[in-house]
C-alpha cells in the first residue's frame, strides 16, 4: 500500500513563501519507483488541476504555465520525500493541494490528474491581498 502524505500548507499574504512536503510511505515503496511525481491544486468549484510534475528517473520538471518562475518542485529520493517550493504567491494560487505518483513511465501528459495513480489527502493554502 502506497501512501502520500502532505504537509506545509497554510496561510500566507500576498508574496510570501511556502514549502510543500509530500512523505511517501509504503511496504516497499520509494519515489524512485514511481516515474512521475506531480503537484496538483484545486480551489473551490474548479477543477483539479496539475501545477508541477517531475520524472523521478533524471528529474525533468514541468510546470503550468500559470506558477513559472515561481513554483520549483524538487524530490529528495534518500528522504522518500516531495516538495513545492511557492515564492511570489498569490491570491489565486489559493486552493487544497495534493500530491500524487504515477508508477506509469509510459505518461505523454504528465500535468493531467487522470495520468496519475496514487494521491495524498491534500494540504491546504490560502493566500490573502
Known amino acids: 500500500q502506497v501512501q502520500l502524505v502532505e504537509s506545509g500548507g497554510g496561510s500566507v499574504q500576498a508574496g510570501g513563501s511556502l514549502r510543500l512536503s509530500c512523505a511517501a510511505s509504503?511496504?516497499?515503496?520509494?519515489?524512485?519507483?514511481?516515474?512521475?511525481m506531480g503537484w496538483f491544486r484545486q480551489a473551490p468549484g474548479k477543477e483539479r488541476e496539475g501545477v508541477a510534475a517531475?520524472?523521478?528517473?533524471?528529474?525533468?520538471?514541468s510546470y503550468a504555465d500559470s506558477v513559472k518562475g515561481r513554483f520549483t518542485i524538487s524530490q529528495d529520493i534518500a528522504k522518500n520525500t516531495l516538495y513545492l517550493q511557492m515564492n511570489s504567491l498569490k491570491p489565486e494560487d489559493t486552493a487544497m493541494y495534493y500530491c500524487?505518483?504515477?508508477?506509469?513511465?509510459?505518461?505523454?501528459?504528465?500535468?493531467?490528474?487522470?495520468?496519475?495513480?496514487?494521491w495524498g489527502q491534500g494540504t491546504q493554502v490560502t493566500v490573502s491581498s
Open positions: 517531475i520524472y523521478t528517473g533524471g528529474g525533468r520538471t
Open positions: 500524487a505518483a504515477a508508477p506509469n513511465p509510459y505518461i505523454s501528459r504528465w500535468l493531467e490528474s487522470s495520468e496519475y495513480k496514487y
Open positions: 509504503g511496504a516497499t515503496y520509494s519515489i524512485y519507483y514511481m516515474a512521475y
